[in-house]
């Protein structure tokens, strides 16, 4: 069976609505026992006390927010080699869920930081790369709407999710480049001996696997309308002509 398959829009929404139900009842299980583990079980760190416990929502949405965004990357260049518009409908899918995504981690990252900082805000790489990120998300949206032709929407926000990919890249990696900055290093990281304490690692890791499966769920859920609102515009246009 070949992934290109599921480029047919029946195909797609005949698989996942086979999928969805049982992906976004993990979602959901996920995501209660995580916050739920993490929230209520778990000691205060001895330097940042009860404070520590943002991380349960901080580092998850600020993977997805970034992870979205190289999704949506990988779908535009999918549109522009192969012309699928499943591809293209999924990306415009993504962008109002990653944007959520960017929203709530600047916003825990301000509760977190706030009493470590001493400050809401500070205009270090990590969080000025992000800001601008989200800005990329706004700005992807507008450019959606604001074209009438679908297949002319689709180029030109993909060759702006290629430019955002950028700044995607640099909200990951921001730390790594630069040393100055107040935001600290990765909290999970594949190359680092030693990661967050296990007493967070483990629901972290729940947590984690809570917000990929809902993303998931969420833009199945946004592409199946998204095709069909395609389907609506494309037979509205015909009885129009006719």
């Known amino acids: 069976m070949s992934l290109w398959e599921y480029a047919n829009p029946v195909k ?7 999928v969805l139900p049982w992906i976004s009842v993990l979602a959901v299980a996920s995501l209660v026992i995580g916050l739920i583990w993490g929230f209520f ?16 929502l901080h580092v998850p949405s600020a993977l997805m927010a970034i992870n979205a965004w190289l999704m949506m990357l990988v779908a535009s260049l999918i549109w522009i080699v192969r012309r699928h518009h499943v591809s293209a409908l999924a990306a415009r899918a993504a962008a ?10 600047l916003a825990t990252g301000a509760l977190w930081g ?12 990590r969080l000025t790369s992000f800001l601008i990120l989200f800005l990329f ?22 060759i702006l999710c290629l430019v955002g990919s950028v700044f995607a890249l640099l909200s990951r990696y ?14 999970l990281s594949l190359d680092k001996e030693e990661n967050v304490a296990d007493v967070f690692y483990f629901p972290l890791l729940v947590c984690i696997a809570g917000f990929v499966l809902l993303f998931i769920a969420l833009v ?18 015909r009885e129009r002509m006719a």
Do not use: C
Not at 96 to 105: D, L, Q
Not at 145 to 151: G, L, T
């Open 41 to 56: 079980f778990t000691p205060d760190d001895f330097r940042q006390g009860s404070t520590v416990k943002i991380i349960y």
């Open 174 to 187: 921001a730390v790594n480049f630069w040393n100055q900055g107040l935001h600290q290093g990765a909290s």
């Open 114 to 125: 706030q009493p470590m900082w001493g400050t809401w805000w500070a205009w270090d790489p």
């Open 12 to 18: 797609f929404i005949r698989t996942t609505d086979k």
């Open 220 to 237: 199945f859920l946004r592409t199946q309308t998204e095709i069909r609102a395609r389907r609506t515009r494309a037979l509205m246009a």
């Open 137 to 158: 998300y706004l700005g992807y949206m507008a450019l959606w709407e604001a074209i009438e032709n679908d297949d002319t929407a689709a180029d030109l926000t993909s």
């Open 96 to 105: 109002p869920v990653g944007a959520v995504m960017t929203v709530i981690a």
